[in-house]
């Protein structure tokens, strides 16, 4: 299997986060060509941290990538004050 696309999207838009702690995380699509199926993911890529330590990356199904960016959406408004318990945060989660 090669790799067929790598490239960040040219979709004008920036494609990685940079954290306060210094972490790059990138986000890009990665399409994998295979002679009887190609192959989509949506790559996350989590750069090496201030002192050097490795990072680490996962490749997403379309699915997964809505998943996890749901949950993510849900965890910043609980960060940003939202006041829900854990078991209705969990409920929600599992709900969709």
Do not use: Y
């Not at 790059?24 to 199926?37: D, F, T």
């Not at 949506?42 to 002192?51: C, F, N, T």
């Amino acid at each position: 299997m090669a790799t067929a696309d790598r490239d960040w999207p040219a979709t004008g838009e920036d494609s990685c986060v940079v954290t306060t702690c210094g972490r790059r995380i990138g986000v890009r699509r990665l399409q994998l060509a295979s002679a009887e199926r190609p192959i989509s993911r949506v790559a996350l890529d989590v750069g090496r941290d201030q002192g050097g330590e490795p990072g680490v990356w996962a490749a997403l199904t379309a699915d997964e990538a809505r998943d996890l960016a749901r949950l993510l959406l849900l965890h910043a408004g609980l960060a940003e004050g939202g006041n829900e318990p854990f078991q209705a945060t969990r409920e929600a989660t599992s709900a969709a």
